[in-house]
């Protein structure tokens, strides 16, 4: 009788998986990348403090404070039901 070894399963390598992809793009490829990856770092990291400042922590001091003003803006918008 012959008895079947075994072997541990071996662990998915997302990385390896990832890493192997991205070498074997064409140089247009990694460009698009890129691009991608600079404008997201552009957006999010320069942009977003500009325009999306956080009000709620320069007008309020305390988490009460700020929640308080967010329900009554909230009561504020809410669409009359009948």
């Known amino acids: 009788m012959e008895s079947e070894i075994s072997r541990p399963e071996e ?7 990832f890493w192997t992809g991205f070498t074997n793009m064409s140089r247009l490829s ?3 990348w890129i691009v991608a990856i600079v404008k997201l770092i552009i957006m999010f990291f320069i ?3 500009f325009f999306f400042p956080n009000l709620l922590n320069t007008k ?11 329900r009554t803006e909230l ?8």
């Open 30 to 32: 990694k460009t698009l």
């Open 11 to 17: 662990k998915f390598n997302w990385f390896k998986m």
């Open 60 to 70: 309020y001091e305390d988490d009460a404070d700020k929640a308080q003003h967010v």
């Open 47 to 49: 942009l977003k403090p």
């Open 75 to 82: 009561y504020k918008k809410a669409p009359a039901t009948e």
